[in-house]
C-alpha cells in the first residue's frame, strides 16, 4: 500500500541500523529476556524474528476509482451508446501490511489508510495461506482498522505497554516494503510523543530509525520481549523512500480503538467541549504558572462537561487520569479515545494554585435521523442544515451541515462519516447550506477532502 502522504519535505505514512554489541536473543513471551548466541557465538535477533514474524500478515487491496472527468460521461445517450456505467471506473491494485492480535477470534489491526475503499482485501500469511477479511471496522482520526479472517492456528503476537517505551529503546519493524515480501529491519525509539505531523489526526506517535517504506504501513513495531508496541504508519521520505525517521500508533492507542471497534463497530467519541493551546514559556509567563508542560484552557463551550465541572479559560491541565499531560495535541489524543459516559480526572493549574477537577466525557448532541436529507453524491449520508441563530450557528460563523444519520456499509460510512458530524468545507473551501455543499462536491474532479468537527476535534476526511 502506497505510504498515506502528509507533506512535510515529505512526510509518508506509513532505518536498519546495525545493533552494536548486542548480545541477546529474545522470546516472544513477555517474561525477561534471556541472552543467548548462534552457533558461531555470535549475537543475534533470529530467535525473536522466528517467533513475531508468523503474526506479520501481507495485506492486499482493490479499490475502484472514479475515472478522470471527461464531457462525454456526462452525457446520457453517449454513455448508453457505449454501455458505459453512471460512474466510470478503474481498477486499483495495492499492498500493506497488518498484525494478528487475536488469535482466537481472527483479528487483525492495520491502518485506515490501508484499506480504505477497499472492494476486497485479501489476507497473506506467513505460510502462505490466503484469506478473504471482513473489515470490523475503522477509525479515520487515529488510522487504524480492524480486520477479521476465518483462519485456524494462528499466531497473534502480544500488546505490549507503549507507555513503558524510553528513547533508545531497542525496536524491530516487519512489513511488506513495495510489496516485496516479509521485511524485518531494527533500530531504537527515536523519540516519543510526536505530534503535528497532519491537522486532523489524534496524534502520539513513536518515532523510530528502523527502516520503514511504503507498503510496511499496519506492520508491526516490536520490543526485545516480543511484544507489540506500535503500528507502523508514516515516514518522513523527501524521494518517498526511508530516510531514518519513521513513525508508529502506540500500542495502547492502537488497542483502545480496537476495543471500540469491536465492541461498536466504530470509535464513539464524545466531547469535553474546550479549545486548548500548547503551553509555552511565554504562555506561562504570562499566565503566572510554573509548569513547563501543559494544555492551556483557550476557550470552554457553554453547558459542556468542561463548563459544568469548573474548567475556566486560561486553565493550565498538567495531568489527566494521574498521567502527565505534555501539550495539547496530546490531550486531544487521550480524550480522543475516552468513551463517551467515562469520568476522568485533571489536574489544573490556575495560577500559582493546584485543582483537581473531574469531568464526565458527554456524547455529541444527537438528532433525529428522519429530519436529514440525503446527499445525492454520497449514498448512505443524511444531513440537516444548521439553524440560523443557534449557539452551533454562532460558533462556526455562519452555519453549516449536521450528519443526522447514515447507512451502515453505505458509500458515505465507508468513507468515515459518523452520525453528529459537523461538515463546514469542501476542499477548504466553506460550505454553509446543503446547496453549497453539493456544488462543491459536484465541482471537485476525481476526489476531494470534507473538513468536519466530531465532538472538541477536527478531522478531515478524503472521499473518492
Do not use: C, W
Amino acid at each position: 500500500m502506497k505510504a498515506r502522504p502528509v507533506n512535510r519535505n515529505l512526510i509518508l505514512p506509513l532505518g536498519y541500523a546495525f545493533v552494536a554489541l548486542l548480545s541477546a536473543a529474545f522470546t516472544v513471551a513477555a517474561h525477561a529476556a534471556q541472552p543467548q548466541a548462534d552457533s558461531r557465538g555470535l549475537p543475534t535477533l533470529a530467535p525473536l524474528v522466528s517467533e513475531v514474524t508468523p503474526a506479520v500478515v501481507n495485506i492486499s487491496v482493490v479499490t475502484r476509482l472514479p475515472l478522470e472527468d471527461n464531457p462525454l460521461f456526462r452525457d446520457p445517450f453517449f454513455r448508453r451508446f457505449f454501455n458505459l456505467p453512471d460512474r466510470p471506473q478503474r481498477e486499483e491494485q495495492a499492498a500493506g501490511s497488518g498484525v494478528i492480535v487475536d488469535a482466537a477470534r481472527g483479528y487483525v489491526i492495520t491502518n485506515n489508510h490501508v484499506i480504505r475503499n477497499a472492494e476486497q482485501v485479501i489476507v497473506t500469511l506467513k505460510d502462505r495461506r490466503q484469506f478473504p477479511a471482513k473489515l470490523v471496522g475503522t477509525d479515520p482520526g487515529t488510522d487504524i482498522a480492524v480486520l477479521q479472517i476465518p483462519a485456524q492456528n494462528l499466531a497473534a503476537l502480544k500488546l505490549g505497554d507503549s507507555e513503558a517505551l524510553r528513547v533508545g529503546d531497542y525496536v524491530i519493524a516487519i512489513g511488506n516494503p513495495f510489496g516485496i515480501g516479509q521485511t524485518v529491519t531494527s533500530g531504537i525509539v527515536s523519540a516519543l510523543g510526536r505530534s503535528g505531523l497532519t491537522p486532523e489526526g489524534y496524534e502520539d506517535f513513536i518515532q523510530t530509525d528502523a527502516s520503514i517504506n511504503p507498503g510496511n504501513s499496519g506492520g508491526a513495531l516490536v520490543n526485545l520481549r516480543g511484544e507489540l508496541v506500535g503500528i507502523n504508519t508514516a515516514i518522513i521520505g523527501p524521494a518517498g523512500g526511508n530516510v531514518g525517521i519513521g513513525f508508529a500508533v502506540p500500542s495502547n492507542m492502537a488497542r483502545a480503538v480496537m476495543d471500540q471497534i469491536v465492541r461498536y463497530g466504530e470509535v464513539r467519541r464524545g466531547r469535553l467541549g474546550i479549545e486548548m493551546a500548547d503551553l509555552t514559556p511565554e504562555f506561562a509567563n504570562k499566565l503566572g504558572v510554573g509548569a513547563a508542560e501543559g494544555a492551556v484552557v483557550a476557550g470552554v463551550q457553554a453547558g459542556s462537561p468542561a463548563g459544568k465541572a469548573g474548567l475556566r479559560e486560561r486553565d493550565v491541565i498538567v495531568a489527566m487520569n494521574g498521567r502527565p499531560v505534555r501539550n495539547a495535541p496530546e490531550l486531544r489524543a487521550r480524550l480522543g479515545l475516552t468513551p463517551v459516559g467515562e469520568e476522568i480526572e485533571l489536574r489544573v493549574l490556575r495560577g500559582k494554585e493546584v485543582r483537581g477537577i473531574r469531568a464526565r466525557i458527554a456524547a455529541p448532541q444527537e438528532i433525529a435521523e428522519a429530519e436529514g436529507r440525503p446527499v445525492p453524491q454520497l449514498p448512505g449520508l443524511k444531513v440537516i442544515e444548521i439553524e440560523r441563530g443557534s449557539a452551533l450557528f454562532e460558533r462556526l460563523e455562519g452555519g453549516g451541515l449536521v450528519v443526522s444519520g447514515v447507512e451502515p456499509s453505505s458509500r458515505a460510512f465507508k468513507a468515515g462519516f459518523r452520525a453528529g458530524d459537523i461538515l463546514y468545507a469542501v476542499n477548504r473551501r466553506r460550505v454553509r447550506s446543503l446547496a453549497e455543499f453539493q456544488s462543491a462536491v459536484a465541482g471537485a474532479k476525481g476526489g476531494y477532502t470534507i473538513s468536519l468537527l466530531r465532538g472538541d476535534f477536527n478531522i478531515t476526511l478524503l472521499v473518492r
